[in-house]
């Protein structure tokens, strides 16, 4: 059976910089149950970090990154960066194709701090 897609957020954080990016997205944190968030750069890069397996991309305008349903991630500002993240609670469609290239069934993504 196919998961529901979104394609529209239900909620999107305001757009911050390198500078008004909040220290709660700088350390661990997550997303909550049923709700995946999408990393989207606007200018710049900025890495993310998925905690759990020690997953690292660097991120940017043409590569959004996709963190799925209560995973454990951080990101890292590296340079001038434009963000926003925006929220789904079906699985979101980027850049063409559907969430992330990682199961949302996989047990590695669950449990944490």
């Known amino acids: 059976m196919t998961e529901p897609t979104s394609v529209a957020p239900y909620r999107s954080t305001p757009v911050f910089d390198e500078h008004t990016l909040p ?7 997550r ?8 990393i989207r750069i606007l200018s710049g ?7 759990e397996t020690g997953e690292t991309r660097l991120l940017d ?6 963190v799925l349903p209560e995973q454990l991630h951080f990101v890292e500002v590296v340079g ?7 929220f789904h609670d079906k699985v979101p469609r980027v ?3 559907l969430g992330s290239n990682r199961d949302p069934s996989r047990s590695d993504v669950q449990g944490g701090q």
């Open 23 to 29: 220290q709660a997205l700088r350390r661990d944190h």
């Open 31 to 38: 997303t909550k149950e049923g709700v995946w968030g999408v």
């Open 45 to 51: 890069q900025l890495k993310l970090v998925i905690t």
């Open 61 to 66: 305008p043409g590569a959004p990154g996709v």
């Open 80 to 86: 001038p960066v434009r963000m926003q993240v925006d």
């Open 95 to 97: 850049a063409g194709h």
